[in-house]
C-alpha cells in the first residue's frame, strides 16, 4: 500500500510537469514556456552553472555511479 | 577610491544555496563523490562571485556541428558500453569538462543594486513570475517527496522497496537497452538543449 501511495506520487507530479508543460505552451500570455523560463534563468553565472551540473550529475549517477 | 569587497551572505546567489545543499544531502546519503562536484561547484561560484577568479578567460561557444559531432561519439560510447563501466565514468567525466567552461563562460553573476533590482522587478511580466513560482513550486515538491522516499527507505532493504526513489525506480528501466538508448540520447538532448539556451540568451 506504502508503495503505491509512494509511486501514485511520483506519477502525479510527473503528470503536474506535463500539464504545466503544455498549459504553457498553449497560453504563453499566462505562463512563459518553460524553455524561455530556463533561458532568461541561465543568463546569470551561478544559475547557468548549477543547472548545468544538475543536468551532468544525472548523466554520472544514472549511466556510471552506483545508482542504487 | 577604495572598494569594499561584498560580504559572503551578499553574494550567496540562490543557485549557489540550491549547490551547497545538494552537495550536502550527497555527503548525507553516503556518497561523498557526487558531495565535492556540488560543494566544489558552489565554491567556485563563491569565490567567482567574490572577484577572486575575474582573471579565468571566457572560453568561445563551440559551432553547433562540434556540440552536436562531441554528443554523438559519447552517446555511442555510452550505449555501447555497460552501465557503471569504466568507459561510461570516462566518457561522463569528458563531457562535464568540456561542458563546465563554457557553462562558465558569458557574463558573470553580479547583485543588482536595490534601487535597480526593485526597478526590474517591476518591469517583469507576470507570465514569467508565474512559470517562476510554477516550476519552483514543482521542482521543491519532487525534491521533498523523493528526500521523504529516501528517509523513511533508510532503515533496511525492504523499507526502500517500500518507498523507492527515483533512482530505485529508475535502475531497471535503464538495465534494459531500450530504457538504456533512451536516457542516453534524452540526457544527451538535454544538455544540447542546455548549451543552446545559453547561448541565445
Not at chain 1, 12 to 39: H, K, M, N, T
Not at chain 2, 113 to 129: C, D, G, T, Y
Not at chain 2, 176 to 194: D, Q, S
Request: aromatic letters at 8%.
Amino acid at each position: 500500500m506504502i508503495l503505491v501511495i509512494t509511486v501514485a506520487g511520483y506519477c502525479v507530479l510527473g503528470g503536474l510537469i506535463v500539464v504545466l508543460a503544455l498549459l504553457s505552451r498553449s497560453r504563453p500570455e499566462r505562463v512563459i514556456p518553460f524553455g524561455e523560463l530556463i533561458d532568461r534563468t541561465i543568463v546569470s553565472r551561478s544559475a547557468r552553472v548549477a543547472i548545468i551540473v544538475c543536468w551532468w550529475w544525472l548523466g554520472w549517477h544514472f549511466l556510471f555511479a552506483q545508482t542504487v | 577610491m577604495f572598494q569594499r569587497r561584498p560580504t559572503l551572505l551578499q553574494v550567496l546567489a540562490p543557485w549557489t544555496i540550491v549547490l551547497l545543499l545538494a552537495g550536502g544531502f550527497q555527503f548525507f546519503r553516503g556518497a561523498p563523490d557526487d558531495g565535492i562536484v556540488f560543494t566544489l561547484m558552489a565554491c567556485l561560484l563563491l569565490a567567482d562571485a567574490l572577484g577572486l577568479l575575474s582573471s579565468i578567460p571566457r572560453v568561445r561557444q563551440p559551432s553547433r556541428i562540434l556540440v552536436y559531432t562531441i554528443a554523438a561519439v559519447a552517446g555511442v560510447l555510452l550505449i555501447a558500453t555497460p552501465r557503471h563501466g569504466i568507459v561510461s565514468g570516462i566518457v561522463v567525466i569528458a563531457l562535464g569538462l568540456a561542458v563546465l567552461p563554457v557553462a562558465w563562460s558569458g557574463p558573470p553573476a553580479r547583485p543588482l543594486p536595490v534601487a535597480k533590482a526593485k526597478q526590474s522587478e517591476e518591469v517583469r511580466p507576470r507570465p514569467l513570475w508565474r512559470a517562476a513560482i510554477l516550476w519552483s513550486a514543482l521542482g521543491v515538491a519532487i525534491c521533498l517527496w523523493e528526500v521523504t522516499a529516501f528517509f523513511f527507505g533508510m532503515p533496511s532493504e525492504a523499507a526502500a522497496l517500500e518507498h523507492p526513489t527515483i533512482s530505485i525506480l529508475l535502475d531497471p528501466v535503464l538495465n534494459v537497452p531500450l530504457g538504456h538508448i533512451v536516457f542516453v540520447v534524452c540526457w544527451l538532448l538535454g544538455g544540447i538543449a542546455l548549451l543552446r539556451l545559453g547561448k541565445r540568451s
